[in-house]
């Protein structure tokens, strides 16, 4: 940035005389409000800031490998732990009630705002050059505010909400109904994020031409405005206008409801009817505490340079530490929450229901069933038979022709996409050398169900032998590993591709490619003939009917009449490793991603990076996001058949929509696919003549 030019005068300044002058004159300017020279006055010739610099928490080198790994277990804690509870209280019918509905939503907007701040700090921890672009500070700067202030009026409804169920409890049904706890919780997003751009709008009008520095670790109030070379009387005056009346609406409306409550609890004749109405409010208290008691101290000051300085530890608490605490408070301190924790636990593990990392294969088994282990006469199972998706007769033409429709899709996309990027030496790359395995893995793993399920549609008899049973189940577990290692190889692309724009051709070199590429393949394989070993050693010797459309390994677990212990434990451990390992890979590197777009300067250079990753982000998501929701459903009888119409989207649907996804999205595929089409139609025009010759 541009140095401020030194007035002339008779006898030359000292550099370190000016300096000293001109901090007085500075410091001055921004205290008193009736100087309105400002500093972009005094500059003559100034530019215009485009970036910022985060001072952090420290500038002690050897500090920042250490803050970071502290920061990263505090973030992963609090991700954990708020979308755990958001997850209970969806899956859990018991907690279906007006008091969790608002606490789902206050974990939502806790984890909102963590990870509005969290990931670009992490970035910085590692950095050098701790840079954030303008307009990614003011996109930070605006969420912050509003989810800071949908907080605070979050915490007010809930308040609302226990002094209706203790006050009122005769009338709580009515009162609290589900259109008055849909306005209750939509108001505070509402006058949160309008808020918030109103604070955005008169921080966009302050000029910022001179130092870049913000001495904070995310884009904050206070020290932007010391920043600031214009005026900022208007800024300040709203700043304390905002943060008080909020401050003290929401705080008054909390402290009269808990008046109400107090009063309505001290009227009580039972000692254990208070005990019980004061721990229901417990645990909302322990969070307004460490919420609202931070945030006094943080806004109702000043700015100066002392008050940032102490800004910074005291916003370590309200944006990490309340995240964290909120979601424990809650869980450890409510006896509902508890026991439904205990009861998806036990749901989990002890009744053995699993998630395999394949197509929402869900089974409910027994550790120690009776009836598997009296049944030691029968006889050995030499074949199965494919119960498929319906037993209705009148529907399996519909679905034969259905099915065969979407199998020939899915061939003629993935192929012409494998096709495509083998004959434009522009698709050369990495990006589009691992997009021709994911489409390869896709092609493959549906093509190893579904000719048995066409055939098993027009059959009377829908069998499969034991061997073929086994190939199936091998490489179907295969190859879906394969595809969750695949799409965290491509994850790792963009970030390279990215965030290391330089090294790109040296860090992603045709060995490194190849060595990316076949992990998956080499892993996959040998974890799935770990398992289809471990489930085909089982013993079956009753019923041979599988509740599926091909040889999965739930159902087949359920037909074992041998101990299912150590194969159910090796299906859980994998299932975890798996999803969370290859999970954890896409969102790390989609963290650096994000904070490095953010710091292009570039409109254009941000809207390209972000088509780059678009189409793999929604791969991602389509073949994540089932998983997801299936893991949160609470186990019922009906699970397995819920199981067969998951698979068939993993199945099918996303290997079709995979290569229309990565061709509709992206300028390179759709002028590779046009310069195809052309050289055929000009090689067809040039053939055509001689035929007409002749």
Not at 23 to 29: G, L, N, T
Not at 47 to 60: P, S
Not at 193 to 203: C, D, E, K, S
Not at 237 to 247: D, K
Request: glycine share 4%; hydrophobic share 45%.
């Amino acid at each position: 940035m541009g140095k401020i030019e030194k007035p002339n005068r008779q006898e030359p300044l000292s550099d370190d005389l000016y300096n000293m002058n001109f901090q007085v004159i500075q410091a001055m300017v921004f205290k008193k409000g009736h100087w309105k020279t400002d500093k972009c006055n005094v500059k003559e010739n100034h530019t215009t800031v485009t970036e910022f610099i985060f001072l952090g928490l420290t500038d002690r080198a050897e500090l920042q490998p250490v803050l970071f790994v502290v920061f990263l277990l505090v973030y992963l804690i609090t991700v954990i732990g708020n979308v755990t509870m958001i997850c209970l209280i969806r899956s859990d019918s018991k907690l279906h009630t007006p008091m969790y509905f608002f606490l789902s939503h206050l974990s939502f907007v806790d984890l909102c705002y963590a990870t509005t701040v969290t990931p670009q700090m992490l970035v910085n921890f590692l950095s050098k050059r701790k840079t954030i672009s303008f307009v990614g500070c003011i996109i930070q700067f605006n969420f912050f505010i509003a989810l800071i202030i949908t907080d605070y009026y979050m915490l007010t409804v809930m308040a609302y909400d226990r002094y209706m169920a203790i006050c009122k409890p005769l009338l709580y049904a009515s009162k609290m109904s589900r259109r008055v706890c849909l306005c209750l919780v939509a108001a505070p997003y509402i006058y949160g994020f309008a808020n918030g751009l109103v604070q955005t709008i008169l921080m966009l009008r302050l000029t910022f031409c001179g130092p870049n520095e913000i001495n904070h670790f995310y884009c904050a109030d206070p020290p932007l405005m010391v920043l600031a070379c214009s005026d900022t009387y208007v800024k300040k005056t709203a700043m304390f206008v905002v943060a008080g009346s909020n401050l003290i609406c929401s705080l008054t409306i909390i402290l009269i409801s808990y008046i109400f409550i107090f009063t309505t609890i001290l009227r009580m004749r039972s000692a254990e009817g208070r005990r019980k109405a004061v721990s229901t409010c417990g645990s909302h208290m322990t969070a307004v505490t460490i919420f609202f008691g931070t945030l006094f101290c943080m806004h109702l000051r000043p700015p100066s340079e002392t008050s940032v300085e102490q800004g910074k530890i005291v916003a370590v608490f309200y944006i990490f530490v309340s995240p964290m605490l909120n979601p424990f408070i809650y869980s450890l301190r409510n006896k509902d929450v508890k026991n439904a924790l205990r009861k998806f636990i036990k749901n989990l593990i002890a009744n053995v229901t699993y998630l395999y990392p394949y197509p929402g294969l869900i089974f409910i088994a027994s550790r120690a069933d009776p009836e598997k282990m009296d049944l030691t006469n029968g006889s050995m199972v030499t074949e199965f038979i494919l119960l498929g998706l319906t037993d209705r007769p009148e529907l399996q033409p519909l679905l034969f022709v259905l099915f065969l429709a979407v199998y020939l899709v899915t061939l003629f996309v993935n192929l012409g996409m494998i096709t495509l990027i083998r004959l434009d030496s522009r698709l050369h790359t990495p990006m589009y050398f691992f997009l021709t395995n994911l489409a390869f893995v896709d092609l493959c793993y549906t093509s190893n169900t579904t000719p048995q399920m066409l055939a098993n549609f027009l059959s009377a008899k829908k069998t499969i032998s034991f061997v073929g049973c086994f190939i199936q189940c091998y490489i179907f577990i295969a190859l879906v590993l394969t595809e969750f290692y695949m799409l965290a190889a491509m994850a790792y692309d963009r970030y390279v591709a990215i965030c290391n724009p330089l090294r790109y051709s040296v860090k992603m070199s045709r060995q490194v490619c190849i060595g990316l590429a076949t992990f998956p393949y080499v892993y996959g394989f040998s974890e799935g003939l770990f398992q289809a070993i471990l489930t085909f050693h089982l013993t079956f010797c009753r019923s041979n009917v599988i509740n599926h459309f091909y040889c999965a390994d739930p159902p087949l677990i359920k037909l074992s009449c041998s101990d299912t212990y150590v194969k159910e434990l090796t299906l859980l451990i994998s299932a975890g490793f798996h999803l969370s390992t290859s999970l954890t890979i896409i969102l790390v590197s989609y963290a650096f991603i994000i904070a490095s777009i953010l710091r292009i300067k570039s409109a254009e250079g941000r809207r390209k990076a972000f088509s780059t990753c678009g189409s793999h982000v929604m791969a991602v998501t389509l073949f994540y996001g089932t998983l997801f929701c299936t893991y949160v459903k609470p186990p019922t009888d009906k699970t397995v058949e819920e199981s067969k119409i998951i698979a068939v989207f993993y199945t099918f649907v996303s290997p079709l929509l995979n290569p229309l996804i990565y061709s509709l999205r992206n300028q390179d595929v759709k002028q590779a696919l046009r310069n195809v089409l052309r050289r055929n139609t000009l090689r067809t025009m040039s053939v055509c003549p001689l035929f007409i010759k002749q």
